[in-house]
């Protein structure tokens, strides 16, 4: 998940306490993840301590393919990248789902004081992603022991680059959608979330997390002496009106129901208190929910930034790097998923997201290319409140480990009911 460090995620309103227990679930499922979950806890712990960014993570790559080993799935490693994909044949034909996971870690140096916390300094799996790869492999686990029950292939998708450098997009260029010989027909993933209560999952049709770009506006004025700013075009006070008509831009352009975050998060100028500069410059971040107002905001950066600057005789050049897309789940899929979930967890761990998150997802591109959807699986540490512990991408990001086994088990669930012919029309 692409965000900023220390934003504040929240739990949604009415969220349902962590379930005492599966009630009116499939009990046999969730009892065979938990039984799976010490495993894959210790393998969470000791990716937790290699934390490794970025697209190329040996070290992580190989924790990997060590735990996957002797599971009989057709294996194959990136070449642009140390991505891993995993193949289960079922003994009979039938549709492919894809299961992914991320693999990356964030630049962040760890502040939790965990045993197993991070052994490289400035860096942290402050996201979740350790335990998103034990979770998928213990689905691997609990799949290839039913091998002789599916009709139909699992490929689990082990990612890099999810913290904004497009591993999905490099793994799909790479083939990862066709790595069973068929085409995926679907595709599921999961992300822990610290600020859902322990042991739920939620989603929704439709976006469920935002488009993220970067952009940046160079102001060109002309500089001179502080004592005689009306000989010069002072470009420091153009830049701060630039941003102050960047958030009106968002709150007047843009209807009540169309949502759009615009954050300018770096403002520079100068280097000397007695010179005023010829440039200053802005950066920041764009979240959007639709393409069309994705391209729209785009298109108002720079109309905006020139508009402004040039009323004030000096210039403006915006440029905007596109980052992720929406990530927008398929109805059909969600409510498939919904259904499934609340049949292996028990009605009261499942729940519709009330509202998209603006944070930003590489799994997008996925989804893009198949149906299928993401869930985030609430995963408080025990002690805190949802909305008091600390947030993705924080320092001191902590997770309930018991959630292992609940993702475990939703993840091959989802697997399990695709492959016996229960999910949407068409699959294949």
């Not at 492919?96 to 400035?122: K, N, Q």
């Not at 764009?286 to 108002?300: D, G, M, Q």
């Not at 990530?327 to 761990?349: E, I, K, M, S």
């Amino acid at each position: 998940m692409t965000s900023s460090p220390g934003t504040d995620h929240g739990a949604p309103e009415g969220a349902p306490p962590r379930p005492a227990a599966a009630a009116s679930a499939d009990r046999a499922l969730l009892d065979e993840a938990r039984r799976l979950a010490p495993e894959a806890v210790a393998l969470r712990r000791a990716l937790h301590r290699v934390p490794e960014p970025g697209l190329d993570l040996p070290a992580t790559q190989r924790l990997v393919l060590d735990a996957l080993d002797g599971l009989g799935l057709e294996i194959g490693t990136g070449r642009a990248l140390s991505s891993v994909t995993a193949t289960l044949t079922g003994a009979a034909d039938g549709p492919t789902i894809l299961l992914r996971s991320d693999m990356d870690a964030l630049p962040v140096t760890e502040d939790t004081g965990l045993p197993f916390a991070s052994g490289t300094p400035g860096l942290m799996h402050a996201c979740g992603h350790d335990a998103h790869m034990a979770m998928l492999v213990g689905a691997a686990r609990l799949l290839a022991g039913r091998r002789d029950a599916l009709a139909g292939r699992v490929v689990f998708m082990f990612q890099p680059g999810e913290e904004g450098d497009h591993g999905a997009r490099h793994m799909i260029e790479e083939g990862v959608l066709e790595a069973s010989g068929a085409r995926a027909d679907a595709a599921f993933a999961l992300h822990v979330h610290p600020n859902l209560p322990a042991g739920t999952v939620w989603l929704r049709p439709g976006p469920q997390m935002a488009a993220s770009d970067r952009f940046r506006v160079v102001v060109r004025g002309r500089g001179g002496d502080a004592s005689a700013p009306h000989t010069t075009c002072d470009p420091v006070p153009v830049a701060c009106e630039i941003v102050l008509a960047l958030q009106t831009m968002v709150t007047r352009s843009l209807a009540a129901d169309d949502s759009a975050v615009l954050s300018v998060t770096r403002l520079t100028a100068g280097t000397a208190t007695g010179v005023i500069p010829d440039t200053a410059e802005l950066g920041g971040t764009l979240r959007t929910l639709t393409e069309p107002t994705r391209r729209r905001l785009h298109e108002a950066i720079a109309r905006v930034a020139q508009g402004v600057a040039a009323a004030h005789g000096a210039t403006a050049e915006a440029t905007v790097e596109p980052g992720y897309p929406v990530t927008v789940n398929d109805t059909a899929f969600t409510d498939f998923v919904l259904r499934t979930a609340r049949d292996a967890l028990g009605t009261d761990a499942v729940d519709v997201l009330a509202a998209p998150q603006m944070t930003a997802e590489d799994f997008s591109y996925v989804l893009r290319a198949v149906p299928g959807a993401l869930a985030f699986l609430g995963a408080c540490p025990p002690g805190r409140a949802p909305h008091e512990a600390p947030s993705l991408h924080s320092s001191r990001m902590a997770i309930d480990e018991d959630v292992i086994a609940t993702g475990i088990a939703c993840e091959a669930a989802v697997a399990l009911a695709l492959l016996a012919g229960q999910g949407p029309e068409p699959v294949r």
